[in-house]
């Protein structure tokens, strides 16, 4: 996980601050500018981590689409049934 957060700190630093540092002068400007970026970053920048190249907004989309196709094409029950040993646990 920490590999992945000093990424993204480096990704911030050479995509936003390198290129806004004279924004610094004034924080409240700058907040908003990195509001805007990080905004951006994680609904149209392409990550290329992804699958297919896509923003994170973009992957979650097809996840989820991924995930309802998969339980529509395997019919998973969504009641509860017994175990062999009777106790009572619930099919997701």
Do not use: W
Request: include cysteine; glycine fraction near 2%; aromatic fraction near 16%.
């Amino acid at each position: 996980m920490n590999a992945h957060l000093e990424r993204f700190n480096r990704t911030i630093q050479e995509e936003f601050i390198d290129y806004h540092s004279f924004l610094l002068l004034n924080p409240d400007e700058f907040n908003r500018k990195l509001i805007d970026y990080l905004i951006f970053y994680n609904t149209e920048r392409v990550h290329y981590a992804f699958q297919n190249k896509l923003s994170p907004v973009q992957f979650m989309l097809s996840l989820k689409q991924r995930s309802s196709l998969y339980f529509l094409q395997n019919k998973i029950p969504l009641r509860s049934q017994e175990c062999k040993s009777g106790c009572g646990y619930t099919i997701i």
